[in-house]
C-alpha cells in the first residue's frame, strides 16, 4: 500500500461527509480519493458488474409483467373517450353478465375514491382526483371503470359494454383558453391551479437603468416518458390479509395511499417495485396500483394489469408544456442587471405534481447567472387535458430552452460572443439566487463550457449540402429534494455467516443501477465484493424505506444512508477484527472480503470468520441508519427561503447542418459535459449523461403530444416520435469532476441534468447555421422550414443575421 | 384463455419442439410470454414499431406482436435464451455488458438479436451500418452510443475468431 492507508482515506471519505454542511465562506473541502474501481475476475478493466447486468442481457429479469399467479385474474382501465363531460349515468350490467367476469368496478366502488397527497409540501390546497370519474370527465382518457375477469377476451369484451352517457361540458383545452375571462372552470374556484412569485433587489429600477432589455417569449412542448416497459404489475392478498402489489413503480411509499383509497390501515397494503424497464418520472405517480388494489380487494383473487402503449400515450401523465416571457435587461458590456420571468405551465385536468414542477421551473429560471435584481413568477393552470406531472428535469429542464435562448439573444443584440456573455454572468459559490439564498457549492458551469467546445474541435463539415452551425448551451439544475421535505432515507447492511453482504433499502431501480450503486458504496467501505453482496430493494414492508427514486435524489439519499449504515456496521466490527488480529483498530484495511492490518499482508480474517466470531460475542452483525437530507424552509408567501441542497452544473455543444429544401436538421456532432462532482461509476454516469442527451433531443427535434380540443393525436408510438439510432449521432459524454457535491463521496446527482441543454443548445446551433432562431420546441422540419420560408428571423428586430 | 384454441401448431423454441392450441388471433407474442415460457420476449408497443418483442423465426427478426402464432406452425423461434447455454454468455452479452449497453435492459433481448442475426450476415458491418441496422429497436435509456460500443466490439471478437480459424 502506498503511505496513504485505505483506512485513512476512509476516514478521509467520512470527515468529507459530515462537512456536507460547509458554510459559503469556507472553501470546499479537498478531493477525497476516489473509490477503487473493482476489476473483472477476467482481468478486464471493467467493474464487476451486478448481478442485474447480467440477467438483463440472459432476459431472465422479472419485470412487473413476467410474474403470474395460477388462476390469475386479468385487469382493465375503461376509459372515457370525450375531454370534457357530466357522467348522466354508467349502466354496467351488460359487462357483469360477460362469461368469466369477476368484478366490473364503478366510483361508487371505491371506499375512498380520491387520490389523495398535499404534493406542494408548502401546504397548497388540495384539489381532488378521483380513482374513478363518477361525476365529471376532464380529459380524454380519464378512468370511468376497471374489469377483471377470468381472461383478457373476456375483460376486453366487457370494457366494450360499459356503457356511460356524457352530457356535453364546456372545457378549456389551451393555456389561453382556461385563463380568459368567463372561462368554464376545470375544478371549482378558477384555473389558476398554483403561482409562486419569488423576487430580490429592485426590478424595475435595474431595468430602468439597464442599456438593453431584451425581451422574448419561449414554448416547450407536452412530451411523453416513452419507457419501454408499459405500467403493468400483479396484486394479489398475502397471508394476514395485506393487499400486495408487485408493480413498476419508482415509489413504493404509495402503499400508504392505497391504504387510504381503500380504507386500510396502512399495515395491511403492501407495495413491491420490480426492477423497471425505464421511469423518467412515469412511474412516480400512481399509474396501475389504485385498479389492480381495488380490483384484488373486491375480488379476493390475484389481479394482473398491463396497459397498452396507446392507453399509456392517451392517459398517462406528461410532461407540463411550458410557456415562458423572459425580460432582461443587460448592460453594453452584456452583464446582466435585471431579470423578469413569467412562466405558464400547463398542469392537464389535475393537479399530481404539477404545484412542484411549477416551483422548480420557476425558482430554477435564471440559470447559471448572477443576477441580483431579479423576480420570477410561475403558474400552474388547469385545462381538460391528460394531466401533466413529473418527467426526467421536472421544470428546471424546460426553462434552460428560456435561458440560454436569452444569453444567445443578448450575445446577438451586443455583438459580443456567446461564450463571452455567459462568461460575464456565470454564478459563483455565494452568489445570491432568485429566492434570497446563497449557492453553498462550487459552481463548474465555466468548465464545463469550455471542455464542451474544445471537444467539439473544428467546424464539422456538411455531409448533404445543407448549412453547419454550431450551438452550445449551459443549464444548472438541482439534485435531492426541495429542502422544505425534511427528506430522509434509511437502509440496513448486515454480514451472513459466510462473510456474503445483504443490503436493504425501500430504493427502486429504474434500470439506472440504482440497486448496483449501494452494492458499490457499501463494499467501498466494507470491503466485500459486488459478486459476494445482495441487495434487496423496493418493498415497502420489507425494506427501510428510503423515499422514492425521483428528483435525482436517490444517490443523494440513499447512497449517503449506505455510506452511513457500512460505515456504523465497520465501526460496530472493527474491535473483535483488532482483537483477532492483534492489532489495533486504526490499522485495519478492509478489501476483497478480508480484513487486514494495513502493510502485513500475512495477517487478515475473513469476513466469514469476522461475521462468526462478532455474533459469538453478542456483537449481532448487522446495522441500521437514517440519513437525513439537509433541511430548510421556504415561505411561499415572500418566494423566499431555501430551495434546493445543490445543483448539477453543465454544457452540450453541437454542430448541426440544416437541409434549406426540407427543414431537415442532422445532428452532426454532440458532445455533453456535466461537473459530477465525483464520479462513482464513470461508465454509468456516462450511460446517464447520453441516455439523457437522448432523450432532450427527442424532445429538442420531434417529440410532441399534438392535442386539439382536448383529443390527443398522437396516441400510437407510430405518430410519437422518440428518436431512433438513426437520429441521433454518437454522443460524447464527459463527467468531469471540478467541485465536490453533497452526494456519497462528493458525487453530484447526474440523472436529470443532462436532458436540460439539448434544446437550446440545438436551437442555438440552428441559429449559427441560418441565422433563424427557433422559439418553439419540437424544431420538427416544418417548422424549421416554415421559419426559412418566412425569411427572417423571428426574434430579433432588425436585419436577419446573414451568415454563421 | 376461454377463447376456442382451434388450431394446432408445433413449434421449436430455443430448439425445443412443442406442441400449442390456440386461437387464430393469438400473436406470437402472446404464445411465447403466456404459453410458451418465454417471458424474455418483452411487450413493447404492441403495434410493431418498437421492436422490443423481436424474435429470430426461422431466422429471421421479427416484431412477435405483428405475427400470428399459426404462422409460426412448423418454425424455429430464437429468444435472447436461445443465445447461450443456460447460466452462460456468448460473446454479445458480455460485450453489452462491459460496454453497459444495457440500462433498464427492457429492450436489450430485442435488440441483441437483431445484432446477431446482422452481423451473421454481414460480419464486416462498420459503425453506421451497424447504426442503420438497429434503427427498428427502440432504446429510451441509453442514446444508442454505448449499444453501438457493444456491437462494434462484439464484431471484433467475432472476427477475430472467424480469422482465427
Known sequence: ?804 | MTATRGHFISVTINGRPTDFGVSANLSLLELLRNDGGCPEVKLGCGEGVCGTCTVLLDGEPVNACLVFAVQADGCDVTTVRGLAADGELNDLQDMFIEHAGSQCGFCTPGMLLTVTWYLERHPDADREELRRAIAGNLCRCTGYTKILDAVEAYRDLRRGDVDGD
Open chain 1, 1 to 804: 500500500m502506498a503511505t496513504d492507508t485505505h483506512t485513512s482515506k476512509l476516514i478521509s471519505l467520512l470527515s468529507d461527509a459530515e462537512a456536507r454542511d460547509t458554510p459559503v465562506t469556507t472553501p470546499a473541502p479537498p478531493a477525497p480519493p476516489r473509490p477503487a474501481p473493482a476489476r473483472r475476475p477476467n482481468g478486464r478493466t471493467s467493474p464487476v458488474p451486478h448481478r442485474d447486468f447480467l440477467e438483463k442481457v440472459t432476459g431472465t429479469l422479472p419485470y412487473a409483467d413476467d410474474w403470474s399467479f395460477a388462476g390469475i385474474l386479468h385487469g382493465v382501465v375503461v376509459r372515457a373517450r370525450v375531454p370534457c363531460a357530466r357522467i348522466a349515468g354508467i349502466d354496467v350490467s351488460a359487462a357483469r353478465a360477460v362469461p368469466g367476469v369477476r368484478a366490473v368496478l364503478t366510483a361508487a366502488d371505491i371506499p375512498h375514491n380520491a387520490i389523495s397527497e398535499e404534493a406542494s409540501g408548502l401546504g397548497i390546497e388540495q384539489t381532488v382526483q378521483p380513482v374513478l370519474a363518477g361525476e365529471r370527465i376532464r380529459y380524454d382518457g380519464e378512468p370511468v371503470a376497471c374489469i377483471a375477469a377470468e381472461s383478457m377476451v373476456a375483460a376486453v369484451e366487457a370494457a366494450g359494454l360499459v356503457d356511460v352517457e356524457y352530457e356535453d361540458d364546456a372545457g378549456v383545452f389551451t393555456i389561453d383558453e382556461a385563463l380568459a375571462e368567463g372561462a368554464p372552470s376545470v375544478h371549482p374556484g378558477g384555473n389558476t391551479y398554483v403561482t409562486y412569485n419569488s423576487s430580490i433587489g429592485d426590478v424595475d429600477a435595474a431595468m430602468a437603468r439597464a442599456d438593453h432589455i431584451i425581451e422574448e417569449t419561449y414554448q416547450t412542448p407536452r412530451v411523453d416518458h416513452a419507457y419501454l416497459e408499459p405500467e403493468s404489475g400483479v396484486g394479489w392478498i398475502d397471508s394476514d390479509g395485506v393487499v400486495t402489489l408487485r408493480v413498476s413503480t419508482q415509489v413504493i411509499e404509495h402503499a400508504r395511499a392505497l391504504a387510504e383509497i381503500l380504507e386500510l390501515p396502512h399495515s395491511r397494503v403492501r407495495v413491491i417495485a420490480a426492477y423497471m424497464g425505464g421511469g423518467f418520472g412515469g412511474k412516480e405517480d400512481m399509474t396501475v396500483e389504485p385498479y389492480l388494489a381495488a380490483l384484488v380487494w373486491k375480488t379476493r383473487r390475484p389481479v394482473r394489469m398491463v396497459w397498452e402503449r396507446q392507453d399509456s400515450l392517451l392517459a398517462r401523465q406528461k410532461r407540463h408544456p411550458f410557456r415562458m416571457h423572459y425580460r432582461t435587461g443587460v448592460t453594453n458590456d452584456g452583464t446582466i442587471v435585471a431579470q423578469d420571468i413569467k412562466i405558464l405551465g400547463d398542469a392537464g385536468a389535475y393537479p399530481l405534481l404539477s404545484s412542484r414542477v411549477l416551483f422548480a421551473g420557476g425558482v430554477n429560471s435564471t440559470g447559471p447567472y448572477k443576477c441580483l435584481d431579479a423576480r420570477m413568477q410561475s403558474t400552474a393552470v388547469f385545462t381538460n387535458t391528460v394531466p401533466t406531472s413529473a418527467f426526467r428535469g421536472f421544470g428546471a429542464m424546460q426553462v434552460v430552452f428560456g435561458y440560454e435562448s436569452q444569453m444567445d439573444l443578448i450575445a446577438e443584440r451586443l455583438g459580443l460572443s456567446r461564450e463571452a456573455v455567459r462568461e460575464r454572468n456565470f454564478v459563483a459559490q455565494g452568489d445570491i439566487r432568485v429566492t434570497g439564498e446563497p449557492i453553498e457549492m462550487g459552481c463548474g458551469t465555466r468548465e464545463c463550457m469550455h471542455r464542451a467546445l474544445e471537444e467539439l474541435g473544428e467546424l464539422s463539415q456538411p455531409v448533404n449540402g445543407g448549412k453547419v452551425g454550431r450551438g452550445f448551451a449551459c443549464s444548472m439544475q438541482p439534485y435531492g429534494r426541495s429542502m422544505f421535505f425534511t427528506d430522509r432515507a434509511s437502509a440496513w447492511i448486515g454480514l451472513e455467516q459466510d462473510g456474503t453482504m445483504v443490503i436493504r433499502a425501500g430504493v427502486t431501480d429504474l434500470g439506472a443501477g440504482q440497486a448496483a450503486s449501494l452494492a458499490n458504496i457499501a463494499g467501498e467501505i466494507l470491503g466485500v465484493t459486488v459478486d459476494r453482496t445482495s441487495v434487496h430493494i423496493g418493498d415497502s414492508h420489507l425494506t427501510p424505506l428510503t423515499g422514492g427514486t425521483f428528483a435525482t435524489r436517490q444517490l443523494y439519499m440513499s447512497g449517503n444512508a449506505t455510506v452511513k449504515v457500512a460505515t456504523a456496521l465497520r465501526d460496530k466490527l472493527a474491535p473483535v477484527a483488532a482483537d483477532l488480529l492483534g492489532c489495533e483498530e486504526s490499522e485495519l484495511e478492509w478489501i476483497n472480503n478480508l480484513v487486514g492490518v494495513t502493510g502485513d499482508r500475512a495477517r487478515s480474517v475473513t469476513m466469514a470468520e469476522l461475521s462468526r466470531t462478532a455474533e459469538n460475542r453478542d456483537v449481532m452483525p448487522y446495522c441500521h441508519e437514517t440519513f437525513h437530507a439537509q433541511a430548510g424552509e421556504f415561505n411561499p408567501e415572500t418566494g423566499q427561503g431555501q430551495t434546493y441542497p445543490d445543483y448539477t452544473h453543465g454544457c452540450h455543444a453541437a454542430d448541426v447542418e440544416v437541409d434549406m429544401r426540407t427543414g431537415e436538421v442532422r445532428i452532426l456532432k454532440y458532445v455533453a459535459v456535466h461537473d459530477v462532482g465525483r464520479a462513482i461509476d464513470l461508465q454509468r454516469v456516462e450511460g446517464q449523461i447520453q441516455g439523457a442527451a437522448a432523450q432532450g433531443i427527442g424532445y429538442a427535434m420531434s417529440e410532441e403530444m399534438e392535442t386539439e380540443g382536448g383529443v390527443l393525436h398522437s396516441n400510437l408510438f407510430a405518430n410519437y416520435l422518440i428518436p431512433t439510432s438513426l437520429d441521433l449521432p454518437d454522443l460524447k459524454a464527459i463527467g468531469l469532476e471540478v467541485h465536490l457535491g453533497k452526494g456519497p463521496f462528493g458525487a453530484r446527482g447526474i440523472g436529470e441534468p443532462p436532458i436540460g441543454p439539448c434544446g437550446p443548445a440545438l436551437a442555438s446551433a440552428i441559429h449559427d447555421a441560418i441565422g433563424i432562431r427557433m422559439l418553439r420546441l419540437p424544431m420538427v422540419p416544418e417548422r424549421v422550414l416554415a421559419a426559412i420560408r418566412a425569411g427572417r428571423d423571428h426574434s430579433v428586430p432588425g436585419p436577419a443575421k446573414q451568415d454563421a
